[in-house]
């Protein structure tokens, strides 16, 4: 079941990968989620970062031209070419397997990516967050959010027809599992687009604290 969901999510976007990186132009909230991440981790003398789910690597590549070594890991093929023929270190891996990279990072950043866990497994790729995170180490996750856990498939048949998996996740659910692993620095959940979604920006630091108010 698990490896049936996983083929469908890497056949959509191997198939989006050329229409995604043609679009490199990033709207204005989209733009100041990741400069504010950078910003943030500079002033905190962070050196390496590990993108998870970059595709074709128009944020990896953001973060690199900032000054941080970047790793990325998707799991597209496609997208993972895209990403290294922009001089990107990136590999095929999925959330499940992130300690199979052998290595820890001062910086995580996942951006409209962790949609696509299921939510029984969103436990268990924290934790894998988690392992590849150095001391102090910092994580940015925004992702797409609902007021209520909303789980569907869809398939955009322009693209693909690859059915994929999307979870909106409330801050309900959200954030305790975070608050068992990390300290939340801040959990804003904000209105963005045109359509009238919300999407959670968060900020994390590596530890198992109380969290304070968010």
Not at 5 to 21: F, H
Not at 76 to 98: I, N, Q, T, W
Not at 115 to 128: K, P
Request: glycine share 8%.
């Amino acid at each position: 079941m698990e490896q049936n969901w996983k083929e469908q999510i890497k056949r959509y976007y191997n198939q989006e990968a050329a229409l995604r990186d043609s679009n490199a132009a990033r709207p204005d909230w989209k733009a100041d989620f990741r400069r504010d991440f950078l910003d943030r981790a500079l002033r905190d003398g962070k050196k390496t970062l590990l993108e998870l789910g970059p595709g074709p690597g128009h944020d990896s590549l953001f973060f690199q031209d900032g000054g941080l070594r970047v790793t990325a890991v998707d799991l597209s093929p496609e997208m993972v070419r895209r990403c290294r023929d922009k001089g990107v270190d990136a590999y095929e891996l999925d959330f499940y397997r992130l300690p199979d990279l052998g290595r820890t990072f001062d910086c995580l950043y996942t951006l409209n990516a962790l949609i696509h866990v299921h939510r029984e497994d969103l436990r268990r790729v924290l934790m894998g967050m988690d392992a590849v995170l150095a001391p102090e180490g910092l994580v940015c996750i925004g992702v797409y959010a609902g007021d209520e856990d909303r789980e569907t498939c869809w398939v955009r048949e322009d693209v693909s027809d690859a059915e994929r998996y999307f979870l909106f996740c409330s801050r309900q659910t959200l954030l305790p599992l975070l608050e068992e692993r990390f300290q939340v620095l801040s959990f804003q959940t904000l209105p963005v687009g045109d359509r009238g979604d919300a999407f959670h920006s968060i900020l994390l630091r590596k530890g198992s604290y109380a969290c304070p108010s968010v």
